[in-house]
């Protein structure tokens, strides 16, 4: 046995886009433990819920994560529309899943982006970003923002999305499926990139639902689970199937969400084909919420989980955000576990971590 | 698409019954998802929410317990249930015994002692 010595990871690091700190215990070059700490950018959000009324919780929501800010507040106007048990119009419902989608694919290329970075592919980072951004520009279009745009609120959405303007999301679609093909190629077959990301950071199905992992994280060790199957939103008029691969290493993390880039796709093409011409886009709310509801929905990340509680005041009594990086934790530290050094900062990347959103 | 529309339970329990329905529902298949807390007239309702991903089925586990009380930790069974544990002790003030890796008081970087728990001019 090796000389046990403590490294500190983070929380500032180069492949870190966020704040998390990682106490790695290490013989040699192997990690041996791994001590996650958080706690340096909580923000608190969820005690806004003692001073905000449930629509103005929307907002809050949306603010938990600057990429999957979309997905937040649909998740929190999902949960209280049903303690109010009203229903959407369909049209909203489409909407929001054409929204949700589009934020699947800004969050897929931004990792995309930074684990090419990880792995000191600096061309292969501005690819996925050069494509992000064409994303970002149909946000942009479409609800005005780039990345908090507040479309959604208790009972629907605040905007519609014109003929022209589906026609011009169906057009970029077209030109980034075709530029997604050219790195999907690199990602799946360099040799750089498979020397870096095959076998490494290898969980079992076993260990994932031990340790309570989700989303890709999941998906790629075979966990078949995708919140979509719900059929929130308008999935339920949607053909979908979870994206599953068993090898549970970090080149099925990458496999998973880039698959998962074309089936967005899919998915927009197809809702944008079978969105109702109808008007409404919202229905009235009256009164306050009254009761409790558990609400999961399948974020970029992985399943988010909303906790709403109320008592027929303005004022929620508890509004509970469940991040998918909270529940991934766990599986990263057993991962980095028997993990070279060297790889550690990779293997962080693999789980997609959103520190922010985590401590909200 | 084959959507699946689960039975979203909740069982309101006692404390001593927390240890023994986990570990039924642990051997029945069901994963654990999530714990939270609310404090609600002055108790704490303690919500361990498990799915089945099979057919997507919830079943969450609720206790209330007054904030001094003493509750079990459920890490020995569920490991994943760590961060869970020191939130709810953290911001809440819960009362939970011998969680496998107690942080104390450190998963969150925060100067006010349990935010969401009894305000001082609440307190018995």
Redesign the interface.
């Given at each position: 046995m090796g000389k046990r010595s403590v490294i500190p990871f983070g929380p500032q690091h180069p492949v870190l886009p966020e704040p998390i700190h990682i106490d790695l215990v290490v013989e040699d070059e192997k990690v041996v433990e791994a001590i996650p700490s958080i706690g340096f950018v909580h923000r608190g959000l969820e005690s806004l819920a003692e001073k905000k009324d449930f629509n103005q919780m929307v907002y809050v929501a949306e603010r938990t994560c600057g990429i999957c800010s979309f997905q937040h507040g649909m998740g929190y106007c999902e949960s209280v529309e049903h303690i109010f048990g009203v229903e959407v119009p369909r049209r909203a419902r489409f909407l929001r899943t054409i929204w949700a989608e589009l934020s699947r694919m800004h969050s897929h290329l931004l990792w995309l982006g930074l684990l090419a970075d990880g792995f000191g592919y600096e061309n292969l980072f501005y690819q996925c970003w050069r494509i992000r951004e064409k994303i970002l520009d149909l946000h942009e279009l479409t609800a005005g923002g780039r990345l908090i745009f507040s479309v959604n609120k208790v009972g629907g959405v605040t905007k519609d999305i014109e003929k022209e303007k589906l026609e011009e999301i169906l057009r970029t679609l077209d030109e980034a499926d075709d530029e997604l093909r050219v790195i999907r190629s690199v990602f799946f077959e360099d040799r750089t990139v498979l020397s870096r990301l095959k076998g490494v950071g290898v969980l079992s199905k076993e260990q994932i639902n031990e340790l309570g992992a989700v989303g890709p994280f999941a998906r790629a060790s075979g966990v078949r689970v995708d919140m979509r199957m719900l059929g929130y939103a308008a999935y339920n008029e949607l053909s979908f199937i979870p994206i599953v691969s068993n090898d549970g290493d970090c080149y099925a993390r990458c496999f998973i969400r880039m698959m998962e880039l074309f089936q967005s796709i899919k998915l927009i093409r197809e809702a944008i084909g079978k969105i109702p011409e109808e008007k409404e886009i919202e229905v009235p709310v009256k009164g306050n919420p009254d009761g409790e509801y558990f609400m999961r929905v399948e974020q970029p990340r992985g399943e988010a989980f909303y906790y709403v509680k109320a008592s027929g005041k303005p004022l929620l009594d508890r509004m509970r955000i469940r991040t998918p990086t909270f529940a991934n934790i766990p599986a990263l530290c057993e991962m980095l576990k028997s993990s070279e050094i060297a790889d550690v900062g990779l293997l962080v990347l693999t789980i997609d971590p959103c520190i922010s959103c985590t401590e909200r | 698409?084959?959507?699946?529309?689960?039975d979203?339970e909740l069982e309101v329990i006692t404390v001593s019954d927390l240890l023994k329905r986990v570990l039924e529902l642990k051997k029945s298949g069901f994963?654990?998802?999530?714990a939270?807390a609310?404090l609600?007239d002055g108790k704490l309702e303690l919500?361990y929410?498990f799915s089945d991903?099979e057919n997507?089925a919830?079943h969450?586990l609720r206790i209330v317990a007054d904030t001094g009380e003493e509750i079990p930790s459920i890490t020995q069974i569920?490991?994943?249930a760590?961060?869970y544990e020191n939130e709810m002790k953290e911001l809440f003030g819960a009362r939970i015994m011998l969680i496998d890796?107690d942080?104390n008081d450190?998963?969150?970087?925060?100067r006010q002692k349990t935010?969401?728990g009894k305000k001082e001019t609440e307190a018995e």
């Open positions: - | 698409m084959d959507v699946k529309i689960p979203n994963r654990f998802s999530q939270n609310a609600i919500s929410s991903y997507y919830l969450t569920i490991p994943a760590v961060f890796t942080l450190r998963l969150y970087r925060i935010p969401f």
